[in-house]
Structures are given as structure tokens and as C-alpha cells.
């Protein structure tokens, strides 16, 4: 195992809603089964956004925000095939690994669940330790791209339960980077889609950069009227939510066709509501999605890798570490037209 000389570190706290600072904390020294990263990349994320404003659930404070990461391996106990100077993502969820959820393979959703930058500090920092078995190996993607991983593999875990069938229409409603990942992995599960936002100017980037065909919003169109004109009268057969809109939500029950299923990505904190009787006649299935598997993480490098995905398209707004607090309440403002912004760590 490799020593760390104790010294400072540069770290970015969210101390309370709508407050971010910089403090110095010592670098962490590696334990065992443990690897300390040099971050390289962070992307930023709604959660990260959300825990900013206040509205993100499981969340308390202060807390590091970051788990969309690229990293540089800095210390190696020689586990997991993993050496110095190794370039790294990882899950950022850290699972007990003993509750029924683990052992029944569902490590997304374990029962004693950490997640980085949500119950316990992420990875806005100079430095992070992380167990071992988080880790995988670029398999030569580039930074940009495994910092891009992790949102992908959400919405290709979305996808996965969606269990989408080919030629099936497939709403996806939330246009920002989650909602663009499943929409891009229901193209590849050979669903047809459909994306309903509010934000013309995402709308156009659907249609553009991801060649989506369908592209609606809710603000301006007969949602309703609409769908019903794209699927011939059926109704789409599948339906996502990216948007963690109470209201969002609570509409898109009735875009359902009959025998469809709602995959819930987004998370919000207040109650569903809905008519018992319009799902029940529609025998409609109701999913939550949360986080992601190994199998997910997996899933995504190979698409990258086979050119099936183009992630660095989702780039719109780059930032160094040190400018982060200054421009971070901007990301917040629609206006600025952020799809994802990625801070560079020196």
C-alpha cells in the first residue's frame, strides 16, 4: 500500500441551502479495501442542483456534493487490478452489501444505502477514498466520458425496467441529462420515442443531437392530443419520468395506453395522486428506478465504446474547480441553458 503525506486539500462544502464554500481538509489516507482518487472530472447533476435549493429528499447538511466522477488512482492496496496513475469512474453508491436488496442483487436500492454526495461527502474535491470494489476501469474512454457514466447508467437502469419491447412507443418526459440518457437507451432498446419537456431549447437538442422524432411541450402543445396523433390513438406503451415534477408526475398518468408501465426516475418529495380507477382499467404498471447496478454501469462503457451513445454532447457549460461556487447558482436559471456542466479539477 502507498503512503499519502498528510496536507491540505481543497474541498467544496454546501453548508446549508443556497450556500457554497471552499475549506481545506487533511487527504484522506488510504484503509484497507479503500483507494484515494485524484478527481479529474465532476459533472454536475439535478441532485447536485436540488441539494443546493433545498428541495433534494435524503439530504442533510453540510455536505460535499459530487458523484459523477473521473479519477486518477493515487494510492493502490493491489486489490481489484487496479495501479497507480490508473484512470477511473466509479458507482457512487455505497451498499451494505449484507440487507435483502444486496443479496438479491439490487445494490441500487440496498437497504442501508450511501450515496456520495447525498448521505455521506462526494467527490467536489481535490481528493476521495472510495472501496475498491466502486471502481472501473476506463477500457480508454475519456475523462469527459466517465464522469458521464453514472447519469447514463440511470437511465439505462430507468430503461431496464421499462422491459421495452421493439417498435414500442416510449414517452420520456424531462429533457435534461437523465431524461436525454433514457431516451438514448430506449432508441437502443428499439423503442420509439418521445420527449416532452417545457424548454423549447432542449426540445431542439433532442431532435437534433439525439434524432428524436417526436419532440412535444408541455407548455405550449395538447399533450394529450398530440400523443394520440403520434401513436395512431394508442397512447405510448411506455412512460418515464426525468423531471421529479410533482406535477409532471401526477399528469402523465393519463398519457398511459392500456397494459403501458410508468418508470418513475424522477424523485420529488410530496404524495402522488392519481385516479384509481383510469390505472386499474388500464391494468398499468407503476416502477420506481433508483440509482443503478454494476450490470447498468457495465452496459453504459460498452455503448460508449461501440459509438452508441455520444455523451459529449450533453457538455454545454465547462468550469474550473475554483470558479465553481461563483457560477453555480447560474446552473439553476434555465436561461443560462444548461444541460451539463463538467468542472476540471487540476
Not at 478527481?39 to 443546493?52: N, P, V
Not at 465553481?324 to 436561461?335: C, E, G, H, I
Request: net charge neutral; hydrophobic share 45%; charged share 20%.
Amino acid at each position: 500500500m502507498s503512503a499519502l503525506k498528510i496536507e491540505g486539500m481543497k474541498v467544496l462544502v454546501c453548508n446549508k441551502p443556497g450556500e457554497l464554500a471552499y475549506t481545506i481538509r487533511e487527504i484522506p489516507q488510504p484503509e484497507k479495501d479503500h483507494i484515494v482518487l485524484k478527481i479529474k472530472r465532476i459533472g454536475i447533476c439535478g441532485t447536485d442542483l436540488h441539494a443546493f435549493d433545498g428541495s433534494q429528499p435524503f439530504f442533510s447538511y453540510p455536505r460535499v456534493l459530487g458523484h459523477e466522477l473521473a479519477a486518477e488512482v493515487l494510492s493502490s492496496d493491489g486489490a481489484g487490478d487496479f495501479k497507480l496513475g490508473d484512470i477511473v469512474t466509479l458507482i457512487p453508491y455505497i451498499n451494505c452489501e449484507t440487507c435483502l436488496a444486496c443479496r438479491s442483487g439490487k445494490t441500487n436500492c440496498c437497504t442501508n444505502i450511501r450515496v456520495l454526495g447525498v448521505h455521506t461527502d462526494g467527490g467536489m474535491a481535490e481528493y476521495i477514498q472510495v472501496p475498491t470494489r466502486l471502481l472501473l476501469h476506463a477500457q480508454g474512454l475519456s475523462l469527459d466520458e466517465l464522469a458521464l457514466v453514472e447519469p447514463l447508467a440511470i437511465g439505462a437502469h430507468g430503461v431496464r425496467r421499462a422491459a421495452i419491447e421493439k417498435d414500442e412507443f416510449v414517452l420520456v418526459i424531462g429533457a435534461g441529462p437523465i431524461g436525454l440518457g433514457a431516451m438514448e437507451f430506449a432508441r437502443i432498446a428499439g423503442g420509439k420515442v418521445i420527449a416532452l419537456d417545457i424548454n423549447p431549447q432542449r426540445l431542439t437538442f433532442c431532435k437534433e443531437k439525439l434524432k428524436v422524432a417526436h419532440a412535444i411541450n408541455a407548455l405550449t402543445d395538447d399533450v394529450t392530443a398530440r400523443l394520440q396523433e403520434i401513436t395512431g390513438g394508442d397512447m405510448p406503451a411506455v412512460v418515464i419520468d426525468a423531471t421529479g415534477s410533482q406535477k409532471a408526475i401526477n399528469n402523465a398518468f393519463q398519457y398511459m395506453a392500456h397494459g403501458a408501465r410508468f418508470v418513475l426516475i424522477g424523485l420529488q418529495k410530496g404524495d402522488i395522486s392519481f385516479s384509481h380507477p383510469e390505472f386499474h382499467k388500464r391494468e398499468a404498471t407503476l416502477m420506481s428506478s433508483r440509482n443503478a447496478t454494476r450490470a447498468d454501469f457495465d452496459n453504459v462503457i460498452s455503448a460508449m465504446k461501440n459509438k452508441l451513445v455520444d455523451p459529449a454532447n450533453y457538455i454545454t457549460h465547462r468550469v474550473k474547480f475554483d470558479q465553481v461556487a461563483a457560477d453555480f447558482q447560474s446552473w439553476l436559471n434555465p436561461a443560462t441553458m444548461v444541460i451539463k456542466a463538467m468542472v476540471e479539477v487540476e
